[in-house]
């Protein structure tokens, strides 16, 4: 099979819960992607059922903390030091 038009709808990875459960999750969009084997299928090949979730509304403790490496915006809280030596872009301070 080639990969010669398809198109990339999500990445997902595969986890294994606590209790030894094997099943995959990622990303959509804004859905968070669940697929959880269906151990009540009567197949004679595995069956997955597949969930989304509205990521913007999941629990802010339940969320991962960022990586070391990933790329943050810079603070934009005025600085406290009596003398700074960074340029906050406000030039109204200069005599």
Known sequence: ????????????????????????????????????????AEADVPVWQVYLQDARHQNPGNQRRPLPWTLRRPSTTACRMTSCQCDDGDDDDQG
Do not use: H
């Open 1 to 40: 099979m080639t990969m010669q038009g398809k198109v990339p709808l999500c990445r997902l990875y595969e986890r294994t819960s606590a209790s030894g459960n094997r099943y995959f999750s990622g990303r959509l969009g804004g859905a968070k992607v669940i697929v959880f084997l269906d151990q009540k």
